[in-house]
């Protein structure tokens, strides 16, 4: 005989369920910080300013809501049927007892999807004024201190520092390292805008990085990045990428260099050229003066043949005396005028000298080079054998490596 005993029963409310499910999805690390990719669908905008929609791929399909503290962050305008990448954290709507993705950023895919980004960027920042003429800022003729924004490691501070070197010499140069690419890259960039600005011996500033695909230049197309630009009080050059590369930094900068060897050239007058002017001047004003005597003594001959001859005499007497009071004027203001352009060529000629490279090798460094010629910075360009060219203040030296020591 069989006995039927009751089993006791737990019973729980709907609300129950929803709350142990959603606690169980809270405990997950990995859902509280998830990156999901998918295709926008069903988009919804109602007047409360979130957005919702679902992501699906081939076969399935994740609710997502993205609130309006979130959503009024958007870069570009989210449509049906866009590739986009999320970030949020994964939770239970209890009221349909559904889950989804709570939605912090949205990314979006494809070179397509950037350039609408881009320009509707474009568009937005165009109609606030950030790229009238009217607010950008003149260059100095002769910046003492030049501050670069760009990676410590890239090519491009590399190329700006030798193109300054090779024209101004006397300018220097100050490095604020920050990512050129990547998620910290925007609010790097801006740190480092904002940190020049609070120097008060910045005269320029150089904001760039070497050529590469859209999304490789994407922060020099973020939002705070252009406002950072806009609101510096040091003029900006941009120099992002290649020449064929438009970024929305180089439409709101006051210079765009097409290339940061460009901005190099921009930035600084060459000192051949400026050593060129200063003679020519020189040449000009002593021309001047000839030029003014001459004219006195053609003067002074028409005066002459229209007088009697005693007072002909009297009046070339008078200028004579006029002409020698006026030439020795003349001579005392270019020699002046020779003695302080001639200070000004010493003075730059010992700056430039200062930091040449046969100032430095006369001060015991020297300059290592390869067979190829290339100068030897790092010790990981050579290895245990190679044959090095060391040039001293005088003569050179042929060597070979016997050991290669670590940085």
């Not at 230049?217 to 609101?231: C, K, T």
């Amino acid at each position: 005989m069989q006995l039927d005993i009751p089993i006791p029963r737990t019973i729980f409310s709907v609300s129950q369920i929803n709350n142990t499910i959603g606690r169980i999805l809270q405990q997950q690390p990995l859902l509280r910080d998830v990156w999901v990719r998918g295709q926008i669908s069903n988009l919804s905008r109602p007047s409360s300013g979130h957005v919702y929609f679902s992501l699906k791929d081939e076969k399935n399909i994740l609710k997502a809501v993205m609130f309006r503290s979130s959503a009024e962050r958007l870069k570009f305008q989210l449509r049906d049927g866009d590739e986009v990448l999320v970030r949020g954290k994964i939770d239970i709507y209890a009221a349909s007892s559904s889950y989804q993705i709570n939605v912090r950023t949205i990314e979006p895919l494809g070179e397509g999807a950037l350039q609408r980004a881009f320009e509707e960027l474009k568009q937005k920042l165009a109609g606030e004024g950030l790229f009238d003429e009217v607010h950008k800022k003149p260059l100095p003729n002769y910046p003492k201190k030049i501050g670069v924004i760009t990676s410590p490691t890239g090519a491009a501070i590399q190329d700006i520092y030798q193109g300054i070197q090779k024209r101004y010499p006397i300018a220097e140069l100050l490095l604020y390292p920050t990512s050129v690419q990547g998620a910290k890259a925007p609010s790097e960039i801006v740190r480092a805008i904002r940190g020049m600005n609070r120097r008060k011996d910045i005269d320029v500033l150089i904001l760039g990085r070497g050529g590469g695909s859209i999304e490789d230049l994407w922060s020099f197309n973020e939002e705070v990045v252009a406002h950072a630009i806009f609101a510096s009080k040091i003029p900006i050059i941009s120099a992002v990428g290649h020449e064929i590369d438009y970024t929305i930094s180089d439409l709101v900068a006051d210079h765009r260099s097409p290339t940061p060897t460009a901005a190099a050239e921009h930035v600084v007058p060459d000192k051949d050229e400026l050593i060129t002017q200063l003679e020519q001047w020189s040449h000009r004003l002593t021309n001047a003066s000839q030029n003014r005597f001459e004219g006195f003594k053609v003067v002074l001959e028409e005066i002459g043949t229209r007088l009697s001859p005693e007072k002909r005499r009297d009046a070339i007497n008078n200028l004579s005396q006029s002409i020698d009071d006026l030439e020795a004027a003349y001579q005392r203001a270019i020699k002046e005028k020779l003695k302080t352009e001639s200070n000004n060529i010493q003075s730059m000629a010992a700056r430039l000298n200062s930091v040449s490279p046969l100032a430095t090798l006369e001060r015991g460094y020297s300059i290592s080079k390869n067979v190829s010629g290339e100068i030897i910075t790092s010790s990981s360009q050579i290895s245990k054998g190679d044959s090095l060219n060391v040039t001293l203040s005088k003569g050179s030296l042929r060597c070979t490596v016997d050991e290669s020591l670590n940085e």
